[in-house]
């Protein structure tokens, strides 16, 4: 007769559902991956996928019941993790996302929105733009993939009985990332830079005109120029958009490697 004793079950339980929790949390937060479009189940189901394949390869895991207080510290360490690991990500589009807005702004166009499923919001239709743009060469540059490896790598520098949360020597991983945010700005204002400056000397040649020849009616002319010019410019800058976003996303999946080389022991 076949039996199963509980440590037996507490084994296939905890050998299973602490790497899905940290597969599941970057299914939620990483950029792709989360996207409305794609159904709950589905998320699930992949996640649930990935750790059935995963999950023999790892490490042994620790000595404690899933339901206990160590196992649900466990379980909210995996969470972090994975979500930390997929916020990372996210930073990159941050950073193109900005890039739309300082072009929108200065093209006149900040008023004009669009719903982002990804954001659940309103984001400025050139962010929108530039964002679709970046989906879909982070889907062409393997990125989805190249992200969950560097996840099931982070199961050996960040084994799952590491405590992130409330051990001061593993923190130097949050200030990692931290640090990295900053980069937004800087990232989208130089992807933004060529159409800004570009959009500044036409509105600065628009208002040495207005000074010459005040009877044209600047403020007639002068937005319908700018949004020619700078939808000009964003179309003169697509070809090269893709070698700046594949170097955005190596930074990105760089930064993975050091939060979790720092979070690790």
Not at 168 to 177: D, I, L
Not at 196 to 204: D, E, K, Q, S, T
Not at 222 to 239: R, S, Y
Request: hydrophobic share 60%.
């Amino acid at each position: 007769m076949f039996s199963v004793t509980y440590a037996q079950l507490n084994g296939w339980l905890t050998a299973f559902l602490w790497p899905f929790v940290r597969i599941l949390a970057l299914m939620a937060t990483a950029p792709v991956l989360n996207h409305m479009a794609l159904p709950t189940r589905v998320k699930i189901a992949l996640a649930a996928f990935i750790t059935l394949i995963v999950a023999p390869t790892l490490p042994a895991m620790p000595d404690a019941t899933v339901f206990s207080a160590t196992g649900v510290w466990i379980i909210v360490n995996q969470f972090l993790i994975g979500a930390a690991i997929g916020m990372t990500m996210q930073i990159a589009f941050a950073a193109v996302d900005a890039a739309g807005e300082f072009i929108g702004q200065q093209m006149g166009l900040g008023f004009a929105m669009l719903y982002d499923p990804r954001a659940g919001g309103n984001a400025v239709v050139v962010s929108r733009y530039l964002n679709t743009l970046a989906m879909l060469a982070f889907l062409v540059f393997d990125g989805h993939l190249q992200l969950i490896a560097a996840l099931i790598t982070t199961f050996q520098s960040v084994p799952v009985d590491v405590n992130v949360v409330a051990s001061a020597s593993h923190a130097q991983g949050w200030r990692v990332m931290v640090g990295y945010g900053a980069s937004i700005f800087s990232t989208g204002l130089l992807l933004s830079l060529p159409v800004v400056a570009a959009l500044l000397i036409a509105n600065l040649a628009l208002g040495i005109l207005n000074r010459a020849a005040p009877q044209i009616g600047i403020f007639q002319v002068g937005f319908p120029v700018t949004m020619l010019v700078g939808l000009l410019l964003l179309q003169l800058m697509v070809p090269n958009l893709m070698p700046f976003f594949q170097r955005i996303f190596e930074a990105g999946l760089g930064q993975v490697g050091r939060i979790a080389g720092s979070m690790g022991p």
